[in-house]
């Protein structure tokens, strides 16, 4: 029900983990993410550890899903002076197409311990259902 649209994601991710490069608005790193089906709704949950609620966007625009999260540094006093930093900062991003069967109407969110859990609805038209068959009443004479 879910496809990739960047076959080339996880190589740019490795690469920007290697140079230490941070995402931004025009080229935001990649967001890992599991998706599975839980009855008749698709879970997607996305890390994002250290991101506020407020900073995070989820938009659908027809079958495109985007959550797109902006991780800050943290302000720090005159005095401090940084050893190690190896928390990645910048722009997160990821897209994923949604089926037809997903009621894009439907989605919830929720964000709690740096995981946002999208939940996605299967459409009422694609779940499986029974057709009754009807009695005819036998050949008519068209009369006319």
Same mark, same amino acid.
């Given at each position: 029900m879910l496809m990739r649209t960047d076959p080339?994601?996880?190589?740019?991710?490795?690469?920007?983990?290697?140079?230490?490069?941070?995402?931004?608005?025009?080229?935001?790193?990649a967001v890992p993410m599991d998706a599975y089906r839980e009855g008749d709704v698709y879970v997607i949950a996305l890390d994002? %550890?250290?991101?506020?609620? /407020?900073?995070?966007?989820?938009?659908?625009?027809?079958?495109? &899903?985007t #959550?797109?999260?902006?991780?800050? %540094?943290?302000?720090?006093? /005159?005095?401090?002076?940084?050893?190690?930093?190896?928390?990645? &900062?910048? #722009?997160?991003s990821r897209q994923l197409m949604?089926?037809?069967t997903l009621d894009t109407e439907k989605i919830t969110a929720d964000y709690e311990a740096g995981v946002l859990t999208l939940r996605i609805p299967i459409a009422e038209r694609a779940k499986p259902r029974k057709i009754s068959i009807g009695r005819g009443e036998g050949p008519r004479q068209i009369s006319g």
């Open positions: 080339f994601r996880e190589l740019d991710r490795l690469t920007q983990q290697m140079l230490g490069t941070t995402g931004t608005w025009s080229r935001p790193s994002l %550890p250290g991101v506020s609620p /407020d900073a995070i966007d989820i938009d659908v625009e027809r079958n495109m &899903l #959550v797109k999260a902006e991780r800050r %540094p943290v302000a720090k006093a /005159d005095d401090v002076q940084m050893e190690l930093s190896e928390r990645p &900062l910048g #722009v997160f949604l089926a037809d």
